[in-house]
């Protein structure tokens, strides 16, 4: 009976549908741009097949017990990502679903490397937003767990703050991978000042849906201890040194785009992406000068303990 029970409770674990709808679609996609000779698109959906596969080796048996709707919600935005890009073609012809004479920019019909991207530029903002808040739902329901599972007692607050942070800082460094493959390797065709500038936008309103979502739908912010009265945990203290510097440079350059029209940076693609690249440098600097103080004080804590001994 008992085993019976618990082969139920196994089928019944609520991450395994969308980490499959995950994988399935991303395989399909993967080899039907193959097909087409998308190769770029191609590459994106195979790299999905990869965060699938590693989405089922941390979620598949349930044990982080975390809630079917979130992991939805993130699947959604993988495939706005990736569906839309795919409706493109292999060279300047039109996509797959230009019917009848169709130009790109009607329904779905696109064309070029980039579909969507290339025929709707509210698409680059849209798949920008909820990518931002699937990362910030991912790490705030993360975070919380992490701190259940190892007894932090972090605050509401406190997790809401590092989970934005932390999701602001990816698409900071996301709009640096693109400055580079744009004036550098000419990779990507998306880039300059007001295209970066309206991304980072995206990735501060999406992320800040995310950890909204995420404070009032998470159950364990309401059962969890947080107290406050456990040290501050290395792992969160190194999270906020390195999301930091680019979180405060994605929330200035932000407000200076919606605000003062790029009046700060004098609407310089290249100043923006430099001051992104530079606020990565100091992250890596903070990181390193904190892991250099726990190693310090690991050290002196073993000294200590030794002499007591001795």
Not at 29 to 56: D, E, I, K, P, Q
Not at 97 to 124: E, T
Not at 127 to 144: D, E, F, K, P, Q
Not at 207 to 212: P, S
Request: aromatic share 12%; proline share 4%.
């Amino acid at each position: 009976m008992e085993e019976g029970h618990a082969q139920v409770q196994r089928a019944r674990i609520p991450e395994r549908a969308p980490i499959m709808a995950w994988l399935i679609s991303c395989l399909i996609l993967t080899f039907w741009n193959l097909s087409r000779g998308l190769n770029l698109w191609a590459g994106y959906n195979f790299g999905g097949v990869l965060m699938a596969l590693l989405a089922m080796f941390i979620l598949w048996d349930g044990r982080v017990k975390m809630p079917a709707l979130p992991l939805w919600i993130g699947y959604s935005a993988t495939m706005l990502h990736f569906v839309g890009g795919s409706l493109g073609a292999a060279d300047s012809g039109p996509g797959p679903f230009c019917f009848d004479g169709m130009k790109p920019g009607q329904w779905l019909c696109a064309d070029g490397v980039n579909g969507m991207y290339h025929v709707h530029p509210w698409w680059d903002k849209l798949v920008h937003g909820m990518n931002s808040t699937a990362i910030a739902i991912a790490w705030s329901l993360g975070w919380r767990r992490m701190s259940e599972h190892n007894g932090w007692q972090l605050s509401p607050g406190i997790v809401a703050f590092t989970a934005f942070s932390l999701s602001v800082a990816i698409g900071v460094a996301y709009e640096v991978y693109e400055f580079f493959g744009k004036t550098i390797f000419q990779t990507i065709d998306q880039g300059g000042y007001v295209n970066t500038a309206s991304d980072l936008v995206s990735d501060m309103l999406g992320a800040g849906l995310g950890v909204l979502f995420s404070h009032f739908y998470d159950p364990m912010n309401q059962t969890s201890n947080t107290n406050g009265t456990v040290e501050t945990p290395k792992q969160l203290t190194l999270t906020i040194n390195g999301s930091f510097p680019l979180m405060l440079t994605g929330a200035v350059l932000s407000l200076d785009f919606l605000l003062l029209d790029g009046g700060i940076v004098n609407r310089d693609y290249d100043f923006i992406g430099q001051l992104m690249l530079g606020s990565i440098i100091v992250s890596g600097v903070l990181i390193a000068r904190r892991m250099i103080q726990h190693s310090q004080m690991n050290d002196n804590e073993a000294m200590d303990s030794s002499s007591a001994s001795s």
